[in-house]
């Protein structure tokens, strides 16, 4: 028995509002880039599906998530490196805090 197309999308959508809600209602910085891994998860998955269904010869989806991946990577380190840097300033994550930008 083989899955349907329909379960993995189902499956992205929920992962993809979980790191979307995670995002919008957090105030820690760590969780709201944990929300944005998790909206590029979603990602992976319907990338991945597409290419299962659609053309499974081709390498495509795995290229495009090995990407996503790499992208994913380069994000986390940036990230972390800026709220990081942000914490030995201001002593704190909370995004309500962080007000770098104003005067």
Do not use: H, S
């Not at 979980?18 to 909206?39: K, P, Q, S, W």
């Not at 319907?46 to 991946?69: D, H, I, S």
């Not at 030995?88 to 005067?103: E, F, P």
């Amino acid at each position: 028995m083989m899955v349907q197309l329909e379960w993995y999308l189902i499956l992205a959508a929920a992962l993809f509002c979980v790191g979307l809600y995670g995002v919008l209602v957090r105030r820690n910085a760590v969780a709201i880039l944990m929300g944005i891994e998790l909206m590029l998860n979603a990602v992976n998955i319907n990338l991945l599906a597409f290419w299962r269904f659609t053309e499974p010869a081709a390498a495509t989806g795995q290229a495009f998530a090995a990407f996503v991946y790499a992208v994913a990577a380069a994000e986390v380190a940036v990230g972390l490196a800026l709220i990081v840097a942000i914490y030995r300033n201001r002593q704190t994550v909370d995004m309500d805090q962080i007000n770098l930008l104003k005067w």
